[in-house]
């Protein structure tokens, strides 16, 4: 089997770390890793495949001789070293906004449009956590029976806004149980056993920008403009796993039952649906799995070509580091990529 020099940048944060743990399991075939990071965790060493790695500084030199570059810094830094990276040779794969709207840059979600990594020139977009469990629930729908409209509300656990957030909420769970004032640093509001219909920032049509997103990814990953599509996503007190509450509006009327057999045999998704034993995905029990949860799947009352659902993920794993992942297998298992050495 061949082997590829990997980087990770952003290698200290939680979707670094969960790089690191999705390769392992998947025994991604890598002969070597680098871990990069700020000058904030240079010297910080982290286990990988048995071996302790120390974390070095993200440079322009950093990426000489990788194969495959998988980012989760935030948008700035992808902005500056993923060029960069490109330019040296890496195929970068990027798990911030900086390019997923980007005519140029490929928005994959390996279940719904795979074939559009080949035709990347370096960097290839990782979707936003909410809109990838969205497309892979609703693709396999919509290529039998062609969706019209997608309303949303999106339950997001705080590990969505990284470490910091995961503290907080940990820290302020403990100030309200023992009574004691919370003073909120992450978000505008409190979040201990509260709720923040505000995700990003507000934009000019009162939509908020992660709002924004789903609308605009989920339309450039399955290919089509004309899916009317409104969400509201919500900040709730949970430490991992987003869960949506989805209508969809088709072209003709498809029955629950005909959904449920449809995603039963859909790449990626599991489909857990009893209401008589109280039955239906949740955030608690899809952490740390790699399927799209699907529940709850039922007639839409308000209109008669409609369904209800719920959906759950892991929104570190299939959510971020799993989809980036299985993006780069796709690229090996297609022979889109070689090795450095075998390209010379």
């Given at each position: 089997?061949?082997?590829?020099?990997?980087?990770?940048?952003?290698?200290t944060?939680?979707?670094?770390?969960?790089?690191?743990?999705v390769?392992e399991?998947?025994?991604?075939?890598?002969?070597?890793?680098q871990?990069?990071?700020?000058?904030?965790?240079v010297?910080k060493?982290l286990?990988?495949?048995?071996?302790?790695?120390?974390?070095?500084?993200?440079v322009?030199?950093?990426f000489k001789?990788?194969?495959?570059?998988l980012?989760?810094?935030?948008?700035?830094?992808?902005?500056?070293?993923?060029?960069?990276?490109?330019?040296?040779?890496?195929?970068?794969?990027d798990n911030?906004?900086?390019?997923r709207?980007?005519?140029?840059?490929?928005?994959?979600?390996?279940?719904?449009?795979?074939?559009?990594?080949?035709?990347?020139?370096?960097i290839?977009?990782?979707?936003?956590c909410?809109?990838?469990?969205?497309v892979?629930?609703?693709?396999?729908?919509?290529?039998v029976?062609?969706?019209?409209?997608i309303?949303?509300?999106?339950y997001?656990?705080?590990?969505?806004?990284?470490?910091?957030?995961?503290?907080?909420?940990t820290?302020?769970?403990?100030?309200?149980?023992?009574?004691?004032?919370?003073?909120p640093h992450?978000?505008p509001?409190?979040?201990?056993?509260n709720?923040?219909?505000?995700?990003?920032?507000?934009?000019?049509?009162?939509?908020?920008?992660?709002e924004?997103?789903?609308?605009?990814?989920?339309?450039?990953?399955?290919?089509?403009?004309d899916?009317?599509?409104?969400?509201?996503?919500v900040?709730?007190?949970?430490?991992?796993?987003?869960?949506?509450?989805?209508?969809i509006e088709?072209?003709q009327?498809?029955?629950?039952?005909?959904?449920?057999?449809?995603l039963?045999?859909?790449?990626?998704v599991?489909?857990?649906?009893?209401?008589?034993i109280?039955?239906y995905?949740q955030p608690?029990?899809?952490?740390?799995?790699?399927?799209?949860?699907?529940?709850?799947i039922?007639r839409?009352v308000?209109h008669?070509?409609?369904?209800?659902?719920?959906i759950?993920?892991?929104?570190?794993?299939k959510g971020a580091?799993?989809?980036?992942?299985?993006?780069?297998?796709?690229?090996?298992?297609?022979?889109?990529?070689?090795p450095?050495?075998?390209r010379?």
């Amino acid at each position: 089997m061949k082997g590829y020099k990997v980087a990770i940048v952003g290698a200290t944060g939680l979707v670094g770390r969960e790089f690191i743990k999705v390769l392992e399991q998947r025994n991604f075939p890598m002969t070597s890793i680098q871990l990069l990071a700020s000058d904030r965790s240079v010297g910080k060493r982290l286990f990988v495949t048995h071996r302790e790695i120390e974390v070095k500084e993200t440079v322009p030199e950093s990426f000489k001789g990788i194969d495959i570059a998988l980012f989760s810094a935030g948008a700035e830094i992808s902005r500056y070293f993923s060029p960069i990276a490109a330019q040296s040779g890496a195929v970068v794969i990027d798990n911030s906004s900086a390019f997923r709207m980007m005519d140029t840059v490929p928005l994959v979600v390996p279940e719904v449009n795979p074939e559009d990594i080949k035709w990347h020139r370096g960097i290839i977009a990782n979707p936003n956590c909410s809109t990838i469990q969205t497309v892979v629930a609703l693709y396999p729908l919509h290529k039998v029976n062609p969706i019209k409209r997608i309303i949303a509300a999106t339950y997001q656990a705080v590990s969505g806004t990284g470490s910091a957030a995961v503290d907080e909420l940990t820290a302020q769970v403990k100030q309200v149980l023992d009574g004691q004032t919370t003073i909120p640093h992450v978000y505008p509001h409190q979040i201990a056993f509260n709720v923040l219909p505000e995700i990003d920032v507000f934009l000019d049509n009162g939509y908020t920008k992660e709002e924004w997103k789903l609308v605009e990814e989920t339309r450039k990953i399955m290919h089509t403009d004309d899916i009317a599509i409104s969400a509201t996503c919500v900040r709730v007190p949970v430490f991992t796993g987003h869960s949506m509450a989805v209508n969809i509006e088709f072209s003709q009327p498809m029955s629950p039952d005909e959904a449920e057999r449809i995603l039963a045999q859909a790449p990626g998704v599991k489909v857990i649906d009893d209401p008589v034993i109280s039955l239906y995905p949740q955030p608690w029990s899809a952490t740390g799995t790699d399927e799209v949860f699907v529940g709850r799947i039922r007639r839409d009352v308000s209109h008669p070509n409609g369904l209800v659902m719920w959906i759950a993920a892991d929104n570190l794993r299939k959510g971020a580091a799993l989809n980036t992942v299985q993006i780069a297998e796709e690229m090996i298992k297609r022979e889109w990529i070689r090795p450095t050495r075998a390209r010379k």
